[in-house]
T-cell receptor
Framework: DAKTTQPTSMDCAEGRAANLPCNHSTISGNEYVYWYRQIHSQGPQYIIHGLKNNETNEMASLIITEDRKSSTLILPHATLRDTAVYYCIVRLTSNTGKLIFGQGTTLQVKP | GAVVSQHPSRVICKSGTSVKIECRSLDFQATTMFWYRQFPKKSLMLMATSNEGSKATYEQGVEKDKFLINHASLTLSTLTVTSAHPEDSSFYIC????????????????FGQGTRLTVV
């Protein structure tokens, strides 16, 4: 699975959009981009995933660049409960579900 | 989403004793589950892949005799930390992926809530 690079930490004001970048320049054509988050002392939570097209669900939007070498997770209206570590993971969906976590981005949402 | 439950959520044990952690898939059958450990302020580290009805596959550097994994049914995997030492104190997390064909239509992994082990 391809390696990802994320900023170590980010701050965001409550109510504003949080944009979390991820670089995955070595991604291959059949690898998906997955985002998970981990709130302190809990198990990771699935957020969203995509292959080429931008994706949106009730939690977030995922914007993938045309060359697929980077992506951005957007939380449209961040709340204090969105404070967490956000992990960007690239993997084949054909694998068994094994996830290799990088260091992630610690997002601090401030009042 | 699918539900994965871990038990216990928190355990304290004495050095030299063994501790068993359970991971259950509550509303789906999981032929494969995964065990991770996480040290404070660090990322999750995959320890092993638990396969129903067969031996677990351990990641490099993980002692299989230290961390015994049993996946005896399609809904339960257990991790036993044997002869625990203080350095085994950590946050242990399991996950499971819903296999295709069980009507979920998605491919994300679901995680348990984690077990915090403290060895004193």
């Amino acid at each position: 699975d391809a390696k990802t690079t994320q900023p170590t930490s980010m701050d965001c004001a409550e109510g504003r959009a949080a944009n979390l970048p991820c670089n995955h320049s070595t991604i291959s054509g059949n690898e998906y981009v997955y985002w998970y988050r981990q709130i302190h002392s809990q198990g990771p939570q699935y957020i969203i995933h995509g292959l080429k097209n931008n994706e949106t669900n009730e939690m977030a939007s995922l914007i993938i660049t045309e060359d697929r070498k980077s992506s951005t997770l957007i939380l449209p209206h961040a709340t204090l409960r969105d404070t967490a570590v956000y992990y960007c993971i690239v993997r084949l969906t054909s694998n068994t579900g094994k996830l290799i976590f990088g260091q992630g981005t610690t997002l601090q949402v401030k009042p | 989403g699918a539900v994965v439950s871990q038990h216990p959520s928190r355990v304290i044990c004495k050095s030299g004793t063994s501790v068993k952690i359970e991971c259950r898939s509550l509303d789906f059958q999981a032929t494969t589950m995964f065990w991770y450990r996480q040290f404070p302020k660090k990322s999750l580290m995959l320890m092993a892949t638990s396969n129903e009805g067969s031996k677990a596959t351990y990641e490099q550097g993980v002692e299989k005799d230290k961390f015994l994994i049993n996946h005896a049914s399609l809904t339960l995997s257990t991790l036993t930390v044997t002869s625990a030492h203080p350095e085994d104190s950590s946050f242990y997390i399991c996950s499971a992926r819903v296999p295709s064909g069980q009507g979920r239509g998605d491919t994300e992994a679901f995680f348990g809530q984690g077990t915090r082990l403290t060895v004193v």
